[in-house]
T-cell receptor, first 113, second 114 residues
Framework: QKEVEQNSGPLSVPEGAIASLNCTYS??????FFWYRQYSGKSPELIMF????GDKEDGRFTAQLNKASQYVSLLIRDSQPSDSATYLC?????????????FGTGTRLQVTL | NAGVTQTPKFRILKIGQSMTLQCAQD?????MYWYRQDPGMGLKLIYY???????DKGEVPNGYNVSRSTTEDFPLRLELAAPSQTSVYFC?????????????FGPGTRLTVL
């Protein structure tokens, strides 16, 4: 069974600090990796995606991918209270007929004042 | 663009009742998906569609049915509702599968079965 694992948290960081969110996946054939943010009672919204090994930066967010270790992470610099949400890691696999996302259970982030 | 829309936002069903959750998108996306999200859990894929007339099962299809007669609409049918189907249901769409495209989510339908 293809799995995506995340620590459920909550991860508590003070305002202005760096939040580090981690995700591991089991399917070595996975090709692309997504981080979604979900506020309580709302739908997921895409933060970042990454396809290649290494780092990808977008503003305060950096996604890191290591396919050999089957590990993907999201760093949030200068964390703000508005970053408090659940962060879902999603792994995409193309089966030949369709592209499917497998989601982790999410890590709840709390940014404290 | 309205994006992905879902109706209703909330619904309470009695055990054994049936209902249809509506989903529509106006982005001309080929791919559409239905997920359910239980409290504290990630999203589980129920059904997906790669185009009008083509649907396939996801991880948790039992108790549900779908149809895709147009590109825009992808309704989810619950037959004989059970308490285990109490969940939040999200519809999503994406343009294509090449490279793993971003999925856009609707606002969700919160369903309670009593």
């Amino acid at each position: 069974q293809k799995e995506v694992e995340q620590n459920s948290g909550p991860l508590s960081v003070p305002e202005g600090a760096i939040a580090s969110l981690n995700c591991t996946y089991s399917d070595r054939g996975s090709q692309s990796f997504f981080w979604y943010r979900q506020y309580s009672g709302k739908s997921p919204e895409l933060i970042m995606f990454i396809y290649s090994n290494g780092d990808k930066e977008d503003g305060r967010f950096t996604a890191q991918l290591n396919k050999a270790s089957q590990y993907v992470s999201l760093l949030i610099r200068d964390s703000q209270p508005s970053d408090s949400a659940t962060y879902l890691c999603a792994v995409n696999t193309y089966t030949g007929t369709a592209s499917k996302l497998t989601f982790g259970t999410g890590t709840r982030l709390q940014v404290t004042l | 663009n309205a994006g992905v829309t879902q109706t209703p936002k909330f619904r309470i069903l009695k055990i054994g009742q049936s209902m249809t959750l509506q989903c529509a998108q106006d982005m001309n996306h080929n791919y559409m998906y239905w997920y359910r999200q239980d409290p504290g859990m990630g999203l589980k894929l129920i059904y997906y569609s790669v185009g009008a007339g083509i649907t396939d099962k996801g991880e948790v299809p039992n108790g549900y049915n779908v149809s895709r007669s147009t590109t825009e609409d992808f309704p989810l049918r619950l037959e004989l509702a059970a308490p285990s189907q109490t969940s939040v249901y999200f519809c999503a769409s994406s343009y294509s599968l090449a490279g793993g495209q971003e999925q856009f989510f609707g606002p969700g339908t919160r369903l309670t079965v009593l």
